[in-house]
């Protein structure tokens, strides 16, 4: 069946500098369908980010296709919108013109952009904050902006690379949350890339596992059956969740140990 987005059999090769192939992704298929939330985890190092990167457009592959909507991606994927793990936020220009500034790159006039983006930064809680710029902010007030300059343009599918990994505990809990408000208005296909299984689980509605790299694989897709709506903090302490953590944590760990052993500890 056609998905939002699919990745069939997808392998990804890097030249290193003395001529030898490095093979980050090898055969991964993965399908993420119209409205879906799908989170990938995986040791670090295990190519997680360079499947995003390959969704995006960013880095063709070296065997296999990508499609999106069926259609085989041959340059930047224009229906996706991508959220990085580090700010995308221009510190000249405040929150306002920072979410306004898709819409006027892509011909709307200078106003509608601005009452739109307004109008978006209400949305995510920012509503009197549009004059201040980034240093003004703080952590989880810059990811609200990300989350409102990427969503503004209504993207079909949306990228998300460790988006609250620089955040406290609390707050990550707090934009997980407000993520899953946002997307539950027009259940957008996600692809959302995590370190903490935790936060897969309770946010997805499937889970994807990589195996620690090189030539990572896609070693298990769980589904999350947890009811919604949902809040974060109190998911948490279902026991279906507790047990689907334990199931997917008995594949997942020898990965990270894996990973771990690879990379040095680092």
């Known amino acids: 069946m056609r998905g939002a987005l699919d990745l069939d059999g997808v392998t990804v090769a890097f030249r290193l500098a003395d001529g030898g192939i490095y093979t980050a992704v090898e055969g991964a298929t993965l399908s993420v369908a119209d409205g879906e939330f799908v989170a990938i985890v995986g040791p670090t190092g295990c190519g997680k980010s360079t499947l995003l990167n390959v969704a995006a457009g960013l880095q063709p592959p070296a065997a296999g296709v990508v499609r999106k909507a069926g259609v ?4 930047l994927n224009r229906d996706a919108g991508y959220l990085f793990q580090a700010d995308a936020l ?3 220009k405040t929150a306002l013109d920072n979410v306004a500034i898709g819409l006027e790159t892509a011909g709307v006039s200078r106003r509608q952009a601005r009452e739109r983006a307004q109008a978006w930064l209400t949305r995510v809680g920012l509503g009197a904050f549009g004059n201040r710029y980034p240093h003004m902010l703080s952590g989880g ?3 609200r902006v990300g989350l409102a300059q ?21 707050t990550r809990q707090i934009m997980g ?10 259940r957008k296909a996600v692809l959302f890339v995590t370190h903490d299984l935790d936060e897969a ?8 596992i990589m195996s620690a790299g090189p030539a990572s694989r896609i070693i298990g897709d769980w589904p999350v059956t947890l009811p919604r709506p949902r809040d974060i903090a109190e998911v948490k302490v279902e026991p279906a969740f507790r047990a689907l953590h334990r199931d997917i944590w ?17």
């Open 201 to 208: 689980i309770a946010l997805a509605d499937r889970v994807v």
């Open 90 to 92: 221009f510190p000249w």
């Open 141 to 143: 007030q810059r990811k």
């Open 72 to 75: 085989p991606l041959t340059a």
């Open 150 to 170: 990427v969503l503004i343009r209504d993207p079909k599918i949306l990228l998300m690379d460790e988006p609250f990994g620089p955040l406290d505990a609390q």
């Open 250 to 266: 008995q594949v997942l760990k020898g990965e990270v140990l894996k990973g771990y052993a690879q990379t040095g500890g680092g």
């Open 177 to 186: 949350n407000l993520l899953l408000e946002l997307w539950s208005t027009d």
